[in-house]
């Protein structure tokens, strides 16, 4: 039985080599050489031949003399890749016919000069043929430069500004169309420019996601308004994270890890894993997760006077996992989960002057806090937990035509917790005049946020000869429930008690409001937004002749939103009300590009964006004074619509031999209605109110160049003047808020640049080191337009600045009070500009084909930044700033197999 069965064996193995023998007979080579830009022959290369039917892959690695043979390929369309650390990937198509050797040469270019891919249109595109001011760092620039989150990425991309308003808030502003800092309790005012994960939407304003970079493919920067392709929130521009998609017949494994250590602060670490794995032919699973030990540096001044260390640590975890399934060639569905979950400690902010902690108190401890230090006595921990749910499907309804689907759910769920104590207690000792042993309970105040939304996007995208043309629609509905409650425990009581005996009978309970507010909840509050959108748009190029495109595009909108609002408690007017916005109009874009050679495009585009309005929240009367109540009370109603005509000119260009490349663009930006928050007084209450006409007028200038295969160096640049073109005067013709003509808008820096240069050399087959530097400088701005308004002054200077604070305000109440200083008026001072800062990030490391060691210093010269005023109650119980991360030293590992 053996015997036959060997036989059997035998035979069956002679035929199939018989069969087989034909096919390899037939099969076809590529040969050639991979050179650098130099004409350097290039060992230790990855040349990557893929069939463009099948999608199976065969690999080899050049020779000394940079030479390469891929073998055994089935005739067939194929792109043919090659790859070396340090430098770009190059691919080219090429044609194999059976029995036949195709001759290739490759040559491998420096990462700045790579011919970057974007979407910016919806439709893939070379970067330097998008005919408008479009940025896209890719993963390893940002790598270089020391970029690892939105707000670095900003400070490396001309025109693009983030404002740092504490753990896990920030607001983007592109091209200075910017409302200022937006508060966690103005649940209803619209992000100004929009964020997107590929193709979802994950706007949030004030919360703008800040998701972690690992696997992303690179991130774009669409300046100037995008509303005709992405709609409302996009009036400034819009930025997307590009991440990895699946991988057909690719089985890959790649990660990072990583230490670091803060001077003066913490050590952190991060470990990052991910596969991407083919499942038969057509289809590919791929999956990235993540884990980042955040490092803190700040340090919080206890009552008692100890300090708690390094704060402002934490935690950020994710995954983020996909499925690519292609069962037919025209056909191609892509779902994915992402999640990710961010736990802060505490906050990065510097306090300047606290009413319970200063150096003027004479009857409680003086206290004088260090350049990061703060005054605590509560915990601030912050928590976001973000999950994304996404459907995209493509079909091909014929080889010009394709029909696409972009379905996404996004769940988010945040708590932000403050210390209160000192707004709570300028209310209950200042105001109310209670005594020590109250206005120093703990004051926890927890605003929580979640959110809800829905998308569905639908178009048809296709082109004949001179025609691309794109049509869609789009459907979206966010409900968002926001919360504010702010309880002191054991102050009821106490206080009733101490109200009583000073003339005022006071019963026990008295704190517990009619609405929702519990016994010691001195501020409570519930509401309601959902909002409903649709719109349709299209846009199609037309190529007049050769060398002349020209572009046009509409989008028509729709919005609807409903907002239910319950206030309660002490500290406000117990309010039970509803309301509604509607708002519908179109939003045109219109480009012209002329490609005057093969090395100079110029470009011209008039666009216009558009922000919804809504309505205002009631001011906390009880905290007001008398003319806060009369200034800002007429105003709390609802807000405009904001509307921006963008005019922007300009030039991509490439020369010396494609080694260099230049764009430069221009703009000038007609803003209508503006929407700006303002302080009301000291209130502790913000609203929205509408400056008529403002513009901002500015430019923007990158530079890449790589003289030979060692040396590659980058240079951007922003200059943005923008300022308002109107005042707001109250009923009695004074300015309200520093909303007058000439002001500057606040939250963008007139001045922003960047330089990054990397300098490599080859120091074995497939090994190179590198020595990278990067500099960044950001000018100084203003984090609201009140900036710019009058302060807290004292009796002899009834018209002082913004920026200034008599500290005794309060009068009798003065908390901690005789003061001793500052002499001669007791009015404390700071500067509400913020200053310009520089940062210079450092790189060292060896690459090779599947591997990466780098260490690193961060913020060279450790520089302190202040990114944003940050104030309670105006600035009569706290003025503090937001700062960076200081000098970081760390080393990591990176890894592709």
Known sequence: MVIRACRFLTLALFAATLYAAPAFAQNGRISGVVRGAGGVAMSGAAVRATNQRTGATSRTTTAADGSYTVADLTPGAYIVSASLPGLRTVSKDVQVAAGATVSLDLVVQPITLEAVTVTAMLREQQLKDVPFSVAAPTAQALITRGADNI??????????????????????????????????????????????????????????PDLDLFDVSRVEVLRGPQGTLFGAGSLGGTVRYISNQPELNVNSTFGEAEINVIDGGAPGNNAKLGFNVPLGDKAAFRVAGYSNRLGGWMDAVQPNLTVNHDVNGGERSGVRAAFRVVPSG?????????????????????????????????????????????????????????????????????????????????????????DATALTGSVTGGTIGLSESLYTLDAPLNDATTSNVWTQELRLAGGSGRLKWLVGGFYGRSKRHYGQSLLVQRFDTAAAAELTAKGSPTPPGWTKGTLGARVN???????????????????????????????????????????????????????????????????????????????????AQASRGFRLGGINDPLNAPLCSTQDVATYGPLAGSWKDETAWNYEVGAKSQFAGGRASLNLSGFYMDIRDLQLTVTAGSCSSRLILNAPKARSVGAELEFTGSPNEHLDFSVSAGLNNSKLLSTFRDQAGNVVAGIADGNRLPSVPQIQAGAAVTYGWQVAAGSRVFVAGSYQH??????????????????????????????KTFGANTIGGPLNGPLPDTTFRFNPELPAYNFANLRVGLTRQSWELAVFVNNVFDERALLGLDRERGTRARVGYLTNQPRTFGTTLRFNY
């Open 521 to 603: 909840e001195l501020f409570f509050s519930n509401l309601h937004n959902d909002l409903k959108q649709a719109a349709a748009f299209g846009e199609a190029t037309l190529a007049a002749t050769d060398r002349l495109n020209l572009t046009a595009g509409v989008r028509y909108y729709h919005f609807s939103e409903d907002r239910a609002l319950i206030f309660d408690g002490i500290f406000a007017v117990p309010t039970d009300t509803t309301g509604t916005t509607n708002a519908n109009g179109v939003a045109p874009r219109f480009i012209v590009s002329y490609k005057a050679s093969d090395a100079l495009t110029l470009n």
């Open 778 to 807: 950001v000018g100084s701005r203003f984090t609201l337009i009140d900036d710019h308004g009058g302060g807290f002054c004292p009796p002899s200077q009834p018209n002082c600045p913004f920026g200034t604070v008599y500290l």
């Open 151 to 208: 707000e670095t990425i900003a400070a490396n991309v001309a025109g693009f500004s983030v404002q740092n308003l504490g753990p896990g808030q920030s607001q983007p502003a592109i091209r200075g169309a910017s409302s200022g800092q937006i508060a966690r309790d103005q649940p209803g005012v619209k992000e100004d420019v929009g964020a997107y994960l590929d193709e979802a939407p994950v706007s949030l304003s004030l919360f703008t």
């Open 330 to 418: 025209r056909l191609t569905f892509t779902p994915r989960v992402v999640y990710q979950d961010v736990k802060m400690d505490g906050w990065n902010r510097i306090d300047a002057f606290n009413i319970l902690a200063n150096p003027y108190t004479t009857t409680r401890p003086a206290v004088t806090l260090g350049p990061r230090q703060l005054f605590t006595q509560l915990e601030e921990p912050f928590t976001d937990k973000f999950l994304l749910t996404d459907l995209n499907l493509k079909y091909d309804l014929s080889p010009r035509v394709s029909l696409t689907s972009i379905t996404s759910y996004t769940h988010r769920d945040i708590l932000v917790v403050r």
